[in-house]
T-cell receptor, first 111, second 113 residues
Framework: GEDVEQSLFLSVREGDSSVINCTYTDSSSTYLYWYKQEPGAGLQLLTYIFSNMDMKQDQRLTVLLNKKDKHLSLRIADTQTGDSAIYFC???????????FGTGTRLQVFP | DAGVTQSPTHLIKTRGQQVTLRCSPKSGHDTVSWYQQALGQGPQFIFQYYEEEERQRGNFPDRFSGHQFPNYSSELNVNALLLGDSALYLC????????????FGPGTRLTVT
C-alpha cells in the first residue's frame, strides 16, 4: 500500500539539532525525499536518497534510511529560525514517477 | 534560469463553475505533474503529462483533466467545481531520465464558494 506517516509537530531551540522522522509502507520505493514548505509557498526540494543508500549528507542536512524498518529521518544541524517550516517526506514507488507525501511535520524554531 | 511558474496565484470560483490553471516547467524539463494540497494535508498526485499525453493518473474523478502543449507547458482543468476542490494546486516539473528530481512551482490557491 501507499502510506507515509510523520509526526505533526517539532519544536527546537535555535542552534540545536532537529530530527524529523518518517515511516513509509512501500518497500519498492526507488527514491525518498524531503521537501520544505514555508507559509503560502510551494515545495522546495531539500534532498533525496536512493533506496540502496543508508545515509546522505548535504551541508547541514543528514538523511538516514533504514529499509528494514521503512524509516527515513532528516537531521538539521545548527537549526536556525529560517528553518521554521513544514517538512514533507515523500516516496516514489517503483515503476512510477508520482510522489506519495506524508502529512508533513511543522518545525518551530525558538530563540 | 526561471523555475516552475504557475498562474494565476489566487482564484475564487463558485460551485458548478469550471477553472483552468496553468503551469510552465523549469527550463530543460519536459514532464509536468499536478498535485492537489488541501489545507493541513500533504500534496496528492492528480496526473502527469509527458509528450503531450497523460502518462499516469491518481485517484481523481474525470472532472479533473489536463493538457500539455508542444512547449511543455501544461493546463489543469476542473469542471463542475465542488466546495471540496478548494485547495492549493501545485505543478511539478522534471526531465525524463532524471525523473527523481521534481521541482515545484509556488502553486495556485483555488477557493470554491
Amino acid at each position: 500500500g501507499e502510506d507515509v506517516e510523520q509526526s505533526l509537530f517539532l519544536s527546537v531551540r535555535e542552534g540545536d539539532s532537529s530530527v524529523i522522522n518518517c515511516t513509509y509502507t512501500d518497500s519498492s520505493s526507488t527514491y525518498l525525499y524531503w521537501y520544505k514548505q514555508e507559509p503560502g509557498a510551494g515545495l522546495q526540494l531539500l534532498t533525496y536518497i536512493f533506496s540502496n543508500m543508508d545515509m546522505k549528507q548535504d551541508q547541514r542536512l543528514t538523511v538516514l534510511l533504514n529499509k528494514k524498518d521503512k524509516h527515513l529521518s532528516l537531521r538539521i544541524a545548527d537549526t536556525q529560525t529560517g528553518d521554521s517550516a513544514i517538512y514533507f517526506c515523500a516516496e516514489t514507488p517503483s515503476n512510477t514517477d508520482k510522489l506519495i507525501f506524508g502529512t508533513g511535520t511543522r518545525l518551530q524554531v525558538f530563540p | 534560469d526561471a523555475g516552475v511558474t504557475q498562474s494565476p496565484t489566487h482564484l475564487i470560483k463558485t460551485r458548478g463553475q469550471q477553472v483552468t490553471l496553468r503551469c510552465s516547467p523549469k527550463s530543460g524539463h519536459d514532464t509536468v505533474s499536478w498535485y492537489q494540497q488541501a489545507l493541513g494535508q500533504g500534496p496528492q498526485f492528480i496526473f502527469q503529462y509527458y509528450e503531450e499525453e497523460e502518462r499516469q493518473r491518481g485517484n481523481f474523478p474525470d472532472r479533473f483533466s489536463g493538457h500539455q502543449f508542444p512547449n511543455y507547458s501544461s493546463e489543469l482543468n476542473v469542471n463542475a467545481l465542488l466546495l471540496g476542490d478548494s485547495a492549493l494546486y501545485l505543478c511539478a516539473s522534471s526531465s525524463v531520465g532524471v525523473d527523481y528530481e521534481q521541482y515545484f512551482g509556488p502553486g495556485t490557491r483555488l477557493t470554491v464558494t
